[in-house]
């Protein structure tokens, strides 16, 4: 199904008309390429641009790529005007690539790239912390990647491949379509994507070995969120953008989460008592009552509750999940040993055989069923 974009401009006046703005089409290619290097926001503001117009060991060039969070690479190729099946085809191929790159030339494109285009950050390590506020070395690159097609249109036979992919292949591609307009000298560009990128996404993974989930949730408390006030009142929590709060929505009650401090080991495991509520609202039993967190926490104790955000973007707030404590330990005293599971989302499911080791190592550390 085609998808058309259209702005207008609102009536100033009882009785004028709205006037939609006229399209005038993306001259050129590079346009839209210039303006996302600008600010990848235009595209996915939790991603990284690490390279671009990157020459593969076929010699072909992608466009650009970034990584998200995680490590999880991005495979970004634009088409001007309409989107034939060998672009997509060509996207597969560039991932096929990208697949094979070990961490070394992930960081090798990026010093290219930081380089040749005057980036704040030379190392892809500073870049990523600065990002991202947590080290290059705590994710696993390039673990999974993802595609995406940038395009004004999309025919018919390529939504229906992509759509294909994404059900049946458990390949991980979308497309992004842009429309430009002009107003009085003014121009403007707007987008849409062909699958809601909020639904839970299928990475291309390079590691064929999964397990079933074993129906236990892992957690990340990190950005230096305060340990101690989570275990005396109960909660996990997660903020800041889209990446890190979304997650928590995961989580119903009874559900049981086991807690990683990133570069500090596990300090406790818990059971869910609660759905994902915004910092403002979140409210915790004292001896004078109950009471809102914020009004207990100041900002220096917990300053990620008491961060301002754009009322419009909702998912930059902090959010936090009620939780009943089976067994917390202070960061001191947290379980870290070689080979236990580690990720950077603030919720996930975790189906990796690690992750059932990790289980079953914590469960004996702690004296747990």
């Keep these: 199904m085609a998808i058309e974009q259209g702005i207008w401009k609102l009536a100033g ?27 990848v926001s235009i595209l996915n503001r939790d991603w990284l641009l690490i390279g671009r117009q990157v020459r593969t060991d076929f010699n072909k060039l992608i466009d650009l790529l970034a ?37 070394y030339q992930l960081v090798d494109i990026y010093q290219s790239f930081a380089q040749r285009y005057q980036r704040p950050h030379m190392s892809l390590e500073d870049a990523f912390e600065a990002k991202f506020g947590i080290t290059l070395n705590s994710v696993t690159l390039n673990d999974n990647h993802q595609l995406v097609v940038v395009a004004t ?7 229906r491949i992509i759509n294909y992919l994404n059900e049946h292949a458990q390949l991980s591609i979308n497309a992004m379509f842009f429309s430009a307009f002009e107003d009085q000298g003014n121009h403007y560009l707007s987008r849409a994507w062909m699958i809601d990128p909020d639904e839970p996404p299928q990475p291309v993974t ?23 006030l989570a275990r005396r009142y109960g909660f996990i929590a997660g903020g800041g953008a889209a990446w890190y709060s979304k997650t928590l929505a995961m989580l119903s009650e009874g559900d049981r989460v086991w807690v ?25 039993q004292t001896d004078q009552g109950i009471q809102r967190l914020q009004d207990i926490a100041t900002a220096t104790a917990y300053p990620q509750l008491h961060r301002t955000f754009d009322e419009d973007d909702e998912e930059a707030a902090e959010y936090l999940v009620p939780v009943r404590w089976i067994i917390s330990h202070s960061a001191s005293q947290a379980f870290s040993e070689v080979g236990l599971f580690g990720n950077q989302n603030t919720i996930c499911k975790p189906t990796t055989p690690k992750w059932e080791h990790t289980v079953t190592r914590l469960k004996q550390a702690w004296d747990i069923d």
């Design 153 to 159: 249109q999309l025919d018919a036979s390529s939504e």
């Design 260 to 284: 990683n401090i990133p570069k500090t080991g596990y300090v406790g495991v818990a059971e869910v008592t609660g759905e994902r509520c915004r910092g403002e609202h979140f409210t915790v």
């Design 206 to 228: 390079r590691k064929a070995r999964k397990e079933p989930w074993n129906g236990e949730f892992y957690a990340s408390f990190g950005d230096n969120r305060p340990w101690e």
């Design 13 to 39: 006046t009882t009785g004028e008309l709205p006037q939609k703005l006229r399209p005038t089409g993306l001259t050129d290619e590079g346009q839209l390429e210039e303006q996302i290097m600008q600010d």
């Design 67 to 103: 990584i998200a969070a995680d490590g999880t690479v991005i495979v970004i190729e634009l088409k001007r005007d309409k989107t034939p099946r060998d672009v997509v085809a060509q996207a597969i191929d560039y991932a096929s690539w990208v697949v094979t790159l070990a961490d």
